[in-house]
């Protein structure tokens, strides 16, 4: 009986005028969506060869001029995965500026691009299951319950000694069956059309595992919805107020809370912006140089003075190599003094920072978490590598990379100003010729950690399919069928 | 009798469930977009203000003495009006750097440290709008004819002898004037909001014109809705076949037509990626740069060599001349007082000379790099114009990207102000190479400085003072889109009289 209960509805549904409204809008969008991602991606990819080599050639072998003005460069990969979820993607910096005084900062293309496309949003995958199809599963199965009561065939199966809860499983089964069927078909399509890149290959190991989970909950998402549109059909009495129900429930589920959740998270725990925290970084960074400049000149001076040579003076006569090589330990050990004091009052400041961002996020997603869209986002934005923790991420690699330009370059070279003097001590076997500028190997989370990090995200969706079901069969259970 | 029938409407609408969701749903978002879209601004005009403060303090005035390295840096504020919109706003640069190459470029501070807001997108007035308001209207009005039919009360009313336009206006009137209260409510509740801001007068002369012009183009927006509605309700026999129709509408007019025109522009007018432009750009200056900079080594380099080495032989030899007969004693010969009386301190009449050649050549490089440069520029530039206008006319099919035009373009974040954004730059530039970089550069390795330049007390760099369009101008670009929102509402009526017409109602 479940078997001819789930034919039934499958063949009901593919008969409907729904049905060929929600194929059209799938076969439509989500190739397109799939083959621009796809060019936006190769453009990408393309770019960032490009500026490295570029780089690369410039800034070969040897530092040239003054290790203060040397700021090695660390460009930012795109995420292959991007194609399938842009997510953070278009606000990410794509690169880093190291500096000698251990304040990186990060740099974006200026350019804007196709301005109507950034003013409408991108058609990715994430947009094309959570609004087209997520709603198409909602128009599919609004009615599932409170139609078959207005036509009067709800009884009917009723009557026969059908359980409740086969009917509700069958309804279930066959309408997510049908929706698979257009999804799936449009999705068939668009991955031709991606791997017709030269760029990208869907069995690469990149890509392919992490595409798999991706398709895997889609899957769980769309069963998420295609429940909620039956529990809501079990709410109603009537078709009309099933589908005003639907339209409003999705409404705010995808539009919504989304959106209100940081917002609320904002306003709940307000957080200063980022440029001003770096400003004021910047600020108290230049505060400590000049007290180190001061510090160094008034150190120089007393020395000099006691060995009787003139302050405003550098020299290579005997003398004065006297009076340096005095000077040397003093200069080295004010300079790590200074170093630290900044590093130390750098680091708190961010920290701080940190602190607030994280707890005003974690109070963003949570509230979010409402909505099934939100977790769903979430976890194929994490995936992708262009998820809430990709600002993190990119934040980490840079830090490793002003640390390994400093310990090959800026650690080899202490820097001693005084006033209008400068001088440098190189650390031995330093050779600014043969020295070269390190690449930034910069790395996106494995599936495995990006797994760890969704984990709740996957669990909630499963719960909200369970919690749909639930309801629906409660409802059920008490639905006056006549 | 039309005022009954929009009595009627109006009293069928407002107590109808759905005018309760509608209502909570305008009270609860529309208010609390605009709170956090003021809270955001006043930090963004905070920021903007503190960042020009601190640059004015620190590097307002280039430390002499002048080596040729310095940057005057000019900085976009913030539009107020972006409240209501975000548009491009978080696309389009903050800061312009000038340079003495004569090409500026542009920073933009990444902003992302709230992941989820860039993830999901801002609650603007714009997004409000277009896509929860429109959503609720369409709920309201899809049954207008449909479900009257199915009730049974249509053919009651025709039967009163009511003409059928007068029914579809009273529907289209109804609808429109009961969705206008809670609309108008959370309206007025937002601009409360915003008012209370001391940064924002709703009643000031930069904002209060164009929030008027907004206000009016949004009611006639949620007009074209409701005519919208009302007009896939007279397609359908049932309720249940206006909902299919109404969300295949709103899918395609909300997401699908917007998203997917810029899509279609972009393949029939494919253009070069931004970055790839600004790598060409880099290697022609670079080239450029190399060609003159081989010029100057073949011509003026051997040139001065030669007339200082001759100028050295003629040194020496005066010195060897002057040697001998300090050992001989005796008196030089004609030869030897021609070659001693020889003004052979030329040295800087040589230089002067070399400098000469070189600033010649130095400005001819600068000339071809702007010309090459410009050529680059302007062909991108047609190109992307040439695809915004196709991507334009495509999303214009749709009333909700024609309402987006309106709105973005009036607040100052619509697909024009990266342009503006640019001439604002390029004026900057220009203006600080009138007051500064004119005055003294260095090109291939020599110092050009005007008279008059002190490089020990040089001038305050200027400051950009950036324009954002005027009213008048912003309506002069927007007016196609005005109109065709109102001939959206026309079109959708007609269309609805003309189905209403024919409509079987029994």
Known sequence: MLKTLILKEVTTTIFDLRFVIATLLCVVLIPLGMYVSRKDYEGRLARYRGEHAQYRQRHGVGISGNVLEVEAQGFRPPSPLSIFASGVDSFMPDRVLTSYWGLYHTAKESRTGNTHSLLFGKTDFVFCVTFIVSLAALVLSFNAISGERETGTLRLMIANSVPRGHILLGKLVGIYVALLIPFLLSLTIALLVLEASPDVSIASPEIGPAFLVILGLTGLFLFGMVTLGICISTFARTSADSIVLSLLIWATLALGIPKVSPMLADVLYPVERPDLVNLKKGLVAEDIDKELVAETKKLRDEVYTRHNLPVNMASSAQEFKKADAELKPAFQSLLEQYRKRSAEALQRMEQDYRRRIHVRSLLAVNLSRISPVCSYTYVVTALSGTGTGEPDNFLRNAQQYQDAVKNNIYGKVAVIRTGGLTGYLYADGYDHRSISLPDMAYSYPTLTSALAEIWPDILLLALFCALFWALAFVRLNKYDVR | ?506
């Open chain 2, 1 to 506: 009798m039309l005022r009954t029938l929009i009595v009627k409407e109006i009293a069928d609408t407002a107590l109808g469930l759905r005018f309760i969701a509608t209502t909570l749903l305008c009270l609860l978002l529309i208010p609390l977009g605009m709170y956090v879209g003021r809270e955001d601004y006043e930090q963004r005009f905070a920021s903007y203000q503190e960042k020009h403060q601190a640059y004015r303090q620190r590097h307002g005035t280039p430390e002499p003495p002048v080596i040729g390295q310095e940057e005057a840096q000019g900085f976009r504020p913030p539009s107020v009006l972006s409240i209501f919109a975000s548009g491009l706003d978080p696309f389009v640069p903050d800061t312009v750097i000038t340079s003495y190459t004569g090409v500026f470029r542009t920073v933009k501070e990444p902003d992302i440290d709230n992941p989820q807001s860039l993830l999901f997108g801002k609650l603007d007035w714009l997004s409000s709008i277009t896509l929860i308001v429109s959503l609720m209207v369409l709920i309201l009005t899809y049954d207008a004819i449909s479900g009257e039919k199915e009730r049974g009360t249509l053919r009651l009313i025709i039967a009163n002898s009511v003409p059928r336009h007068r029914i579809l206006l009273c529907k289209i009137a109804g609808k429109y004037v009961a969705f206008l209260v809670p609309f108008g409510i959370s309206v007025l509740i937002a601009l409360l909001i915003l008012e209370a801001s001391p940064l924002i007068s709703i009643t000031s002369s930069h904002i209060g014109p164009t929030l008027l012009v907004i206000l009016g183009v949004t009611l006639l927006f949620v007009l074209s809705m409701v005519c919208l509605g009302v007009c896939i309700s007279t397609f359908t026999q049932h309720s249940m076949g206006s909902i299919m129709l109404l969300f295949l509408a709103w899918a395609l007019f909300v997401l699908g037509v917007p998203k997917a025109c810029p899509i279609l522009a972009e393949v029939v007018h494919p253009l070069q990626d931004s970055a790839g432009i600004d790598f060409t750009e880099r290697m022609v200056r670079e080239d450029i740069e190399r060609q003159f900079e081989q010029i100057k080594k073949e011509t003026i380099d051997p040139e001065y060599r030669a007339e200082w080495d001759a100028m050295m032989r003629e040194n020496r030899n005066k010195a060897q001349i002057e040697a001998r007969l300090r050992e001989t004693g005796r008196e030089p010969t004609e030869e030897e007082a021609a070659v001693l009386n020889r003004d052979i301190n030329r040295a800087q009449a040589i230089i002067d000379k070399r400098n000469e050649g070189a600033n010649r050549l130095a400005g001819e490089c600068d000339t071809r790099i702007a010309e090459a440069l410009g050529r680059i520029e302007q062909d991108y530039q047609n190109k992307r114009d040439a695809q915004s206008a196709v991507a334009m006319n495509l999303c214009r099919i749709s009333p909700v990207s024609c309402y987006a035009y309106v709105v973005s373009g009036l607040t100052g974040t619509g697909v024009t102000e990266p342009d503006n954004f640019f001439r604002n730059a390029q004026r900057f530039q220009n203006q600080v190479e009138d007051v500064f970089y004119d005055q003294v550069a260095w090109r291939l390795g020599v110092q050009r400085r005007a008279e008059g330049f002190d490089v020990f007390d040089p001038p305050p760099f200027p400051d950009m003072e950036y324009g954002y369009p005027t009213l008048a101008e912003n309506i002069q670009a927007v007016w196609p889109d005005v109109l065709l929102l109102g001939l959206f509402s026309v079109f959708f009526g007609t269309l609805a009289f003309v189905r209403f017409s024919k409509c079987d109602v029994r």
